[in-house]
């Protein structure tokens, strides 16, 4: 059966960076948020920023328990009423260190890794990423014959990665930091060594190679995300990528944004209402 392209979907990054991370994303069904990094107010703000009620948010999708993904998770759950998705290992660590607040029962659920669930009109891909968190998943959510991704915190391209970024007509992955601009700058080698690690962090050199590889599956609209304020400027990313899509022949295929870190991005709309 031909898939039926003609539904609603919604994207848009409302902050990305090390500073705060979260994605906004609906269908005809359904409204969510990817990670809650922020306080609560600013993501509220954000949200009417682009004409989307908070009240109309129908689950929050945790990627890892690190505070910039999580900060405004817990208020929000509590003052909205929303359920909040996230791995075991995830949950047990926001437990343990009472991340959240108070999250009741209801609204608690577990997200299975490498396993699709159902959930309202959307089909949710967990995937396991590599970073130095307790269960790091991104997501896909596919629905309409329509596929959007979100990979940041990846420290490499994993094999897994690679297979869930691939055909994603919508993806936000990361470009964090220039390779130069790490090396000169004034972070301490521990943590040069943890960003460049294999559970650190995605170069922009890093991210186009694999943009490149992938250009084919069906990648459309490419969202820059998670730029490190210290070791990256938009512009750079921007370019560094766009000069390997030109270089394999693949930049006509894509179309590239860089998602700000501290305001709503380009909102993205495919499909009919």
Not at 175 to 203: C, F, V, W
Not at 227 to 245: D, M, Q, W
Request: hydrophobic content about 40%.
């Amino acid at each position: 059966m031909k898939p039926d392209f003609c539904q609603k979907f919604d994207f848009c990054p409302l902050f990305s960076g090390s500073g705060g991370n979260c994605v906004y994303l609906a269908t005809g069904n359904s409204a969510v948020l990817i990670d809650a990094g922020l306080p609560g107010t600013k993501i509220e703000e954000a949200l009417k920023g682009i004409g989307i009620s908070p009240s109309s948010i129908n689950g929050i999708f945790i990627t890892h328990e690190h505070s910039d993904h999580i900060k405004g998770a817990g208020i929000l759950c509590r003052r909205h009423g929303i359920p909040l998705f996230a791995t075991a290992g995830t949950w047990e660590d926001m437990d343990a260190r009472s991340a959240l607040g108070r999250v009741s029962g209801e609204q608690r659920f577990i997200v299975p890794e490498n396993r699709p669930f159902e959930f309202r009109d959307l089909t949710v891909v967990p995937f396991t990423i590599p970073h130095d968190a307790a269960n790091p998943v991104g997501y896909s959510f596919i629905a309409g014959g329509r596929k959007a991704t979100v990979a940041t915190d990846i420290g490499h391209i994993s094999e897994t990665v690679r297979e869930h970024i691939a055909g994603s007509e919508v993806l936000l992955i990361e470009a964090n930091h220039d390779e130069q601009m790490l090396l000169e700058g004034t972070y301490p080698a521990y943590l040069k060594r943890r960003i460049t690690g294999q559970t650190g962090h995605l170069s922009n050199v890093s991210c186009g190679e694999a943009l490149a590889e992938l250009s084919s599956s069906g990648i459309r609209h490419v969202f820059l995300g998670h730029l490190s304020e210290a070791n990256n400027i938009p512009s750079l990313a921007y370019h560094t990528v766009e000069k390997i899509l030109i270089r394999d022949g693949t930049s006509a295929a894509i179309s590239l944004h860089v998602a700000n870190r501290y305001s709503p991005s380009a909102f993205l709309r495919l499909g009919t209402p």
